[in-house]
């Protein structure tokens, strides 16, 4: 038997007036997901737990059976991996933001959320050395990038330099222990940023965006330091085999980390266009226990305030993915990783709907339906970290405790 976890990340949202007092998740035209909530299983997840606000990456670790809190090891560490970075224990890897900077300020943290000719500024960059350290760097997909800082005694106890809102300068990176490894580190990193800034500043690709009317991405925002270590793999925790499908680096990352089977599907970008068509296929033809098949752009219309983008969207994903999966599971869970509420922009603690679908013999109908107020008639008030053992319950794997 097989299961699917669909995730649409930063599905949990709140009413809005326009959308007639519905969240975007009920203002959709959703009719197969519809169908699956009310012939299925629903409730509520607190992702991490009640009151705290998940990350991505925290929020993947628990659904796939993690705790957080024993192996989360910094966000860079998930987005190196997931743009195919081979991690060493001693480095230190970082997410990073191309952005867009006026007069010392920043004035978009995601330079547009555009990554025209980011892929060649990236190979410039990529095989600096900064005294012994080498640097990796690598575009992954629209705004997003991975440095990597390779070489020896650095720590990743070093500060964000993004100060994740606008109006103001990026920071100086800042070491958070005493240490002299955290020293060198942030050294390291301020000259590696001033570098690579001078080297955006006046760039011909800079001068290409703004004639195309974009923002020029012309500083670098670095966050989430990690340093990877190996931990036991799903096969190995729970002896199952599972496949991971995504755009985006993070989560291809987070996949990767709990060793499940990554797949690069073309046409997955982790944005609006993503293909769809290409990702729902690709997770019919996996043969593994779980599939786990992530759509990003759920959060992304919420980080910009597009409510309204983010219903048409999930409207397109109800067409275009969820016909072609329905059946050919015999469990379908969908939900998100948190909630991203459209009015301010940020991840919240709230909350989010979950549903779980399948043949008739596996499914005690409630009378819930799949959204965040109707979620409250269904049975589920669980965490994340419950998710997979119930979906691993149902299909049989988790056996009886006791006779
Ligand atoms: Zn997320
Ligand atoms: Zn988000």
Same mark, same amino acid.
């Given at each position: 038997?097989?299961?699917?976890?669909?995730?649409?990340?930063?599905?949990?949202?709140?009413?809005?007036?326009?959308?007639?007092?519905?969240?975007?998740?009920?203002?959709?035209?959703?009719?197969?997901?519809?169908?699956?909530?009310?012939?299925?299983?629903?409730?509520?997840?607190?992702?991490?737990?009640?009151?705290?606000?998940?990350?991505?990456?925290?929020?993947?670790?628990?659904?796939?059976?993690?705790?957080?809190?024993?192996?989360?090891?910094?966000?860079?560490?998930?987005?190196?991996?997931?743009?195919?970075?081979?991690?060493?224990?001693?480095?230190?890897?970082?997410?990073?933001?191309?952005?867009?900077?006026?007069?010392?300020?920043?004035?978009?943290?995601?330079?547009?959320?555009?990554?025209?000719?980011?892929?060649?500024?990236?190979?410039?960059?990529?095989?600096?050395?900064?005294?012994?350290?080498?640097?990796?760097?690598?575009?992954?997909?629209?705004?997003?990038?991975?440095?990597?800082?390779?070489?020896?005694?650095?720590?990743?106890?070093?500060?964000?330099?993004?100060?994740?809102?606008?109006?103001?300068?990026?920071?100086?990176?800042?070491?958070?222990?005493? +240490?002299?490894?955290?020293?060198?580190?942030?050294?390291?990193?301020?000259? !590696?940023? %001033? *570098?690579?800034? @001078?080297? &955006?500043?006046?760039?011909?690709?800079?001068?290409?965006?703004?004639?195309?009317?974009?923002?020029?991405?012309?500083?670098?925002?670095?966050?989430?330091?990690?340093?990877?270590?190996?931990?036991?793999?799903?096969?190995?925790?729970?002896?199952?085999?599972?496949?991971?499908?995504?755009?985006?680096?993070?989560?291809?990352?987070?996949?990767?980390?709990?060793?499940?089977?990554?797949?690069?599907?073309?046409?997955?970008?982790?944005?609006?266009?993503?293909?769809?068509?290409?990702?729902?296929?690709?997770?019919?033809?996996?043969?593994?226990?779980?599939?786990?098949?992530?759509?990003?752009?759920?959060? +992304?219309?919420?980080?910009?305030?597009?409510?309204?983008?983010?219903?048409? !969207?999930? %409207? *397109?994903?109800? @067409?275009? &993915?969820?016909?072609?999966?329905?059946?050919?599971?015999?469990?379908?869970?969908?939900?998100?990783?948190?909630?991203?509420?459209?009015?301010?922009?940020?991840?919240?603690?709230?909350?989010?709907?979950?549903?779980?679908?399948?043949?008739?013999?596996?499914?005690?109908?409630?009378?819930?339906?799949?959204?965040?107020?109707?979620?409250?008639?269904?049975?589920?008030?669980?965490?994340?970290?419950?998710?997979?053992?119930?979906?691993?319950?149902?299909?049989?794997?988790?056996?009886?405790?006791?006779?």
């Amino acid at each position: 038997m097989r299961v699917l976890m669909l995730i649409l990340d930063g599905l949990g949202d709140k009413q809005y007036k326009l959308l007639r007092n519905k969240t975007p998740l009920e203002f959709a035209r959703a009719p197969n997901l519809k169908k699956m909530g009310e012939l299925g299983e629903t409730g509520l997840m607190f992702t991490l737990g009640p009151g705290i606000i998940p990350g991505s990456d925290t929020a993947h670790l628990a659904l796939f059976g993690y705790d957080p809190l024993e192996y989360y090891q910094g966000r860079g560490v998930y987005e190196a991996l997931g743009a195919g970075i081979k991690l060493k224990p001693s480095d230190v890897a970082f997410r990073v933001n191309f952005a867009t900077v006026k007069n010392g300020k920043i004035v978009d943290r995601r330079a547009g959320r555009n990554g025209f000719g980011l892929d060649e500024l990236a190979e410039e960059i990529n095989g600096w050395k900064i005294k012994n350290v080498k640097i990796i760097f690598k575009h992954t997909v629209e705004h997003r990038a991975v440095l990597v800082l390779r070489g020896k005694n650095l720590s990743k106890a070093v500060s964000d330099t993004d100060p994740h809102r606008e109006g103001v300068p990026p920071r100086k990176p800042e070491p958070l222990d005493k +240490s002299k490894n955290a020293k060198l580190t942030s050294n390291i990193l301020q000259t !590696f940023l %001033e *570098k690579a800034n @001078k080297l &955006l500043e006046n760039h011909t690709i800079n001068k290409k965006r703004k004639r195309r009317g974009l923002l020029p991405a012309n500083t670098l925002l670095v966050r989430g330091a990690g340093q990877y270590h190996r931990i036991p793999s799903i096969k190995e925790l729970y002896g199952i085999t599972a496949t991971g499908i995504a755009g985006g680096a993070l989560y291809k990352g987070v996949a990767r980390f709990v060793g499940m089977d990554v797949l690069e599907v073309p046409g997955a970008t982790g944005d609006k266009n993503t293909n769809l068509h290409a990702k729902a296929e690709a997770a019919v033809n996996a043969k593994t226990d779980i599939v786990f098949l992530h759509v990003k752009a759920t959060d +992304s219309f919420s980080h910009d305030h597009d409510y309204k983008g983010k219903s048409k !969207f999930i %409207e *397109k994903v109800d @067409k275009e &993915l969820v016909p072609r999966i329905m059946k050919e599971f015999d469990i379908v869970f969908v939900s998100g990783d948190h909630t991203t509420l459209s009015s301010i922009g940020q991840h919240t603690a709230d909350p989010l709907p979950l549903l779980i679908y399948g043949d008739e013999s596996l499914i005690r109908r409630d009378l819930g339906k799949f959204s965040e107020r109707y979620a409250t008639l269904g049975q589920y008030r669980i965490f994340g970290l419950d998710v997979l053992p119930i979906l691993l319950s149902k299909i049989g794997i988790l056996g009886k405790y006791g006779e």
